[in-house]
């Protein structure tokens, strides 16, 4: 009794249930004994290209169309192999050669429409999608294919009708389900995008375009905290991945504002936070930090030595960053990064801080000094935070300005007309009070000498409030633009830190208040300058 030999239908069987190497031997089989037996090389086609020898199985796709020539299942193999190879061209001819054969076969127009896409050729993708839906009205990845192409012309009405066609007849498609969520964020639909991310996700938890989509509409929501918690898991299954790195630092630097970065580059500034603190800290020293921020300057206190350094950080954001940067630095063990504002750090056994801080160093300086409420900030921590005599880092201030003429900077300070056009209202979008100046790079004539013009003690409690006139010689003719200032932060008894430098790295340059009216001056003129403060910002103006 013998075997009975293996026929086409066996072939086909053992290749759809997955055994290669069996419906190979069949195939082989039928071969050798008919080597014109086209169905068996393009089965056999099919086989080495899924095995992962697609020349081979080209050769085998050709052979096939050299017996059977009219067989359109043939030229949409091979087409469809050219086009995974990436020469869409051929695959177009393959693809066209076979709907010759027989134009009511959808998946010929599907393949030709998605290899005239490659090519650049949407209109006519268009036309291959539209005629296969013509045939099988009910095809969900038509719809899908279709959809994309419409969104490539900027049809996006169109699309989205397309992708919810799809949906409707396969409502688990994912690949269409994401293609929605997409377009609906691109058409400024958020909570709906949001929702269909989310479906996404729920179906395909570690699809990272999803979870990147997903971010970036929780961000374009104003829902920042949100956007990090699922960028950051997308960053937990792929942290090489360019998308979630690109979409990481783009929620990140929208989050947070971008003189951080500046600020630690700012050697002076370090410098002089640093020498202080190796001034004040020994090794049983308790540092109270206000303003993490990077958590360089928390971590220089831990450096020179502290026992214990509590840091605190109302931006979750920056905490969060902050806390990974002292890990990834070895100080975990003695920086605790609090994500909370400093009136709300409570002192005690189970508190934030164990007991009042030894040391009180704070980095709530801004351009102009003085940063809304820090006044009220300090007192709250010399009162509640600190030991009594607890050393404090900077410990004073005191503020100089100069009369200044620039006329470049004062065409949009404020903002008013511009190239004939009246764009005051514009000028809501300036910031409020003082203005950032480069005295080392912005055009201006100095018309005064430099004068002090106030004077803050952050050891005890201030007024939040307070002015001071001074009688001003002007040295130079002009007109007077406004009054630049800057500031020297005494440290402590020896360490001073000069906001005048006019090093590239200075973060915090010089700011300046623009007066309401430009005035006219000669050398010789006194003008009395009036010098002010509130809890929220130092202000200059014109008194007399």
Known sequence: MTDTPPNLNDAIRLFRAGDLPGAEAACRALLANDPHNAQALHL??????????????????????????????????????????????????????GLAINDRLPELHGNLGNALKTLGRPEEAEAAFRAALDIRADAPEMHNFLATTLRELGRLEEAEKHFRKALDLAPDYLDARYNLAELLSTRGHLEEAEIAFRKVLQAASRFIPAQVGLAHVLQSL???????????????????????????????????????????????????YEESLKRAVTPDSLVLEIGTGSGIVAMMAARAG????????????????????????????????????????????????????????????????????????????????????????????????????????????????????????????????????????????????????LDFDFTRNMPEEGEREIAVEVTAEGTCHGVAFWFDLFMDEEVVYHSASRSRTNHWKQAMTFLES???????????????????????????
């Not at 095995?51 to 059977?68: H, M, R």
């Not at 359109?72 to 050669?97: D, I, V, W, Y």
């Not at 954001?317 to 990834?328: F, H, M, P, S, W």
């Not at 430009?518 to 014109?542: E, H, K, M, W």
């Open 306 to 453: 502290a026992k214990k350094v509590v840091t605190c950080e109302v931006n979750p954001i920056l905490a969060r960053v902050a806390k990974e940067t002292v890990a990834n630095n070895g100080y975990a063990d003695r920086v605790k990064v609090v994500p909370k504002l400093s009136t709300q750090l409570s002192v005690g056994a189970d508190g934030d801080l164990p007991e009042k801080a030894d040391v009180f160093v704070s980095e709530l300086i801004n351009v102009g000094m003085l940063a809304p409420r820090m006044l009220s900030v300090l007192q709250h921590a010399r009162t509640h935070l600190v030991k009594p005599g607890g050393a404090i880092i900077p410990r004073a201030s005191t503020v100089y300005a100069m009369l200044v003429e620039t006329p470049e900077l004062a065409r949009i300070n404020p903002v008013q007309t511009i190239d004939g056009f009246d764009m005051s209202t514009f000028d809501v979008f300036r910031s409020p009070g003082y203005q950032q100046i480069d005295l080392a790079a912005d055009a201006h004539t100095p018309l005064s000498d430099p004068f002090t013009a």
């Open 222 to 272: 104003d829902r920042a905290a949100e956007a990090v918690e699922v960028i950051e898991k997308a960053r937990e299954m792929a942290p090489d991945h360019p998308l979630v790195q690109f979409t990481r630092r783009l929620i990140y630097s929208n989050a947070i504002p971008g003189w951080h970065l500046p600020m630690i580059n700012d050697f002076e500034r370090n410098e002089a």
């Open 518 to 544: 430009p005035i006219r001056v000669r050398p010789g003129d006194t003008l009395t300058i009036v010098a002010r403060y509130d809890n929220n910002q130092i202000s200059f103006g014109i008194g007399g």
């Open 44 to 97: 056999l086609g099919l086989i080495a290209a899924h095995t992962g020898y697609p020349d081979s199985a080209l050769v085998l796709f050709g052979k096939a169309i050299a017996e059977v020539g009219n067989d359109p299942s043939f030229h949409n193999s091979r087409g469809s192999l050219l086009f995974q190879l990436g020469r869409a061209a051929e695959a177009e001819e393959a693809f066209r050669a």
